[in-house]
């Protein structure tokens, strides 16, 4: 496993017991996503299941289906063991890059606010792989002017991938691709709040953000002063295709 992998790992892993208590904007798109979701599905993979809360979610709209969940992050496989673990969801950890499932073998595969962390070529590829003909792939991620005002300010942060280069890889291996998108903000008492934020949902440490060229102290507060609230812009897009 790489090293940009390994950090991943282990800062999720990290946030596992205070996730739920601050993803308040990847709640709202789980429920997006939840309500896309027509169809009767009977075996079921979400990838990058992290504190457990999409596959619950499923496991209960569809009771009579078999529930897997992977995530890369060992701290949050076992959390969603924990927690879940009167239910016959079974949680695995696993690289969506690499799904150790076989051919054909689910119906629906679902991933919600995960894809940002991964090679999404890689992952569609083996979506289309385990996804058994005429199966459903329904996901949520961010889009480029996710925390756009973090850019402009010369921090440096996940180059989330632009609508058109998501649908270009999708065209090539499944069908009706569909894509919406939605703009949504998130309120903080300031800059350092945020941060603290990032760092509980495990997307980020505010003592390890790179700047592009030389980001002091002074300029930092010079964008976003101290005490001064902060509002996050998200661009999500919201995506159904089939095989």
Known sequence: MNGHKVKIRESFS?????????AFV???MMQK???GLKGNFKSMLDLGSGTG???YALSIKYPEAKMMGID???GMVEYSRAKYSQTQI????GDAENIQYKKNAFDLVV???SLQWMDSEKVFNEVSRVLCPKGEFHFTTFGPQTLCELKTAGLSINQFPARQKIEDQLIKLFSNVRITSDRVKQGHRDIYAFFMHLKKIGAQNPHKIRSR???TLKKLTSYFPPNERFQANYEIYYIKCKK
Do not use: K, T, W
């Open 213 to 215: 060229g030389l980001l």
């Open 33 to 35: 996503l939840m309500e």
């Open 53 to 55: 809360s999409l596959a």
């Open 14 to 22: 990290r946030s596992a017991l205070e996730y739920d208590q601050h």
């Open 26 to 28: 990847q709640s709202s």
């Open 111 to 113: 991933s919600n606010a």
């Open 90 to 93: 079974e949680f695995v950890q």
């Open 72 to 74: 890369i992050a060992p």
